[in-house]
């Protein structure tokens, strides 16, 4: 492979993964020295494959959504996330999250609640300390390496967090899935991975249950788990 097309193509993917990225940001991730890659963020720039904010932070281009169908992409997924949390939702009756992690942000795109009087509020909110906190938001940040999560960190002053929740991250990225118990084990949240067909993780489905209620075994709430999230992998 020609190397600056190989260099380019891991720029394109840092900048979908963590933007809005400064150059340092940028430098620090993808370990290119300087010159370079601010040649290669001039050329992409100009080509409109990446933007330019107004505080010097990188995002994904105009050109580059255009030439990728992006929109009909998220549509798509946004609909199979949608199917499968009301199929999921069905069989445990209680609250299924879908989310995604994008421009530095958890966000959800589909969130089915539970039909009980008593129930777990999860936020939708994007605030980024939700990510250590819910466990779709664990999950998806456990994807990160150390380097992206101190960024992650530095830039939303969050480090005191991520010292806090460390052992968790571990622990969730050699499990392959997220458990988090909140309170005086009040409630319990799970979450596990949605694939493309590279293999990498493009967003987390989950569920929240008060502890009181949810009897299901861990195993078996998994193998759902995972039933629901190869129905909306691609």
């Known amino acids: 492979m020609i190397k600056v097309l190989e260099k380019t193509d891991t720029l394109l993917s840092l900048v ?17 020295n300087k010159a370079t890659l601010s040649q290669i963020l001039k050329s992409m720039t100009e080509l409109a494959w990446l933007k330019r904010d107004d505080d010097s932070r990188f995002r994904i281009g105009t050109r580059i959504s255009s030439l990728a169908g992006s929109k009909d992409i998220n549509l798509r997924l ?31 795109i589909t969130k089915i609640e539970a ?16 990510m250590f906190h819910t466990a779709t938001g664990l999950l998806l940040l456990s994807q ?3 380097n992206a999560l ?44 949605v694939y493309d067909k590279s293999g990498r993780m493009i967003a ?11 009897t299901l075994e861990e195993t078996a709430a998994l193998a759902l788990l995972n039933k629901y999230a190869k129905e909306i992998s691609f």
């Open 16 to 32: 979908a993964e963590h933007a809005p990225v400064s150059f340092t940001e940028l430098q620090s991730i993808s370990g290119l």
């Open 78 to 108: 946004r609909d199979k996330c949608r199917e499968a949390a009301t199929r999921l939702n069905e069989e445990l009756n209680e609250l299924v999250t879908v989310a995604v992690f994008t421009e530095g942000e958890r966000r959800v």
């Open 115 to 130: 039909n009980h009087l008593v129930q777990v509020n999860e936020s939708t909110s994007s605030s980024p300390i939700l």
């Open 144 to 146: 990160l390496d150390d």
């Open 150 to 193: 101190s960024i992650f960190a530095g830039r939303h002053h969050l480090e005191a967090q991520l010292a806090e929740h460390r052992e968790n991250l571990d622990q969730t990225r050699r499990n392959g899935y997220s458990k988090l118990i909140s309170g005086q084990e009040d409630s319990i949240a799970m979450a596990v991975g």
């Open 204 to 214: 987390a489905i989950g569920f929240s249950a008060p502890c009181y209620r949810f």
